[in-house]
């Protein structure tokens, strides 16, 4: 499995601006797919951003226009700029990464709250 670290969370005002990040022990490169998802108390885990094949990208609708998902190849990280946050988006946070021979591996998550 690939490791991944995740870092970034805290509490954050609504309205307000947060960067979370996921360090992967192998290279992104080789990674055929890597991103976010999150699980608030008592829902199940969500897609929130994602790079797929060919550097696409999806992105949960709740958060379209206000969260963007980027990428340091050379420091094997990928990153989640989470704008205009509303309340709603308070989850752990889990960086996931899907590589072909190795499957599918989670980081421990990262607590984001959103609250005035």
């Known amino acids: 499995q690939v490791q991944l670290v995740e870092s970034g969370g805290g509490l954050v005002q609504p309205g307000g601006s947060l960067r979370l990040s996921c360090v992967a022990s192998a290279s992104i490169f080789t990674i055929n797919r890597m991103g976010w998802y999150r699980q608030a108390p008592g829902k199940q885990r969500e897609l929130v951003a994602v790079?797929?094949?060919?550097?696409?990208?999806n992105y949960a609708d709740s958060v379209k226009g206000r969260f963007t998902i980027s990428r340091d190849n050379f420091k094997n990280t990928v990153y989640l700029q989470m704008n205009s946050v509303k309340p709603e988006d308070t989850a752990v946070y889990y960086c996931?990464?899907?590589?072909?021979?190795?499957?599918?591996?989670w980081g421990q998550g990262t607590q984001v709250t959103v609250s005035p």
């Open positions: 996931n990464a899907f590589k072909y021979g190795l499957g599918e591996s």
């Open positions: 790079f797929g094949s060919g550097s696409s990208t």
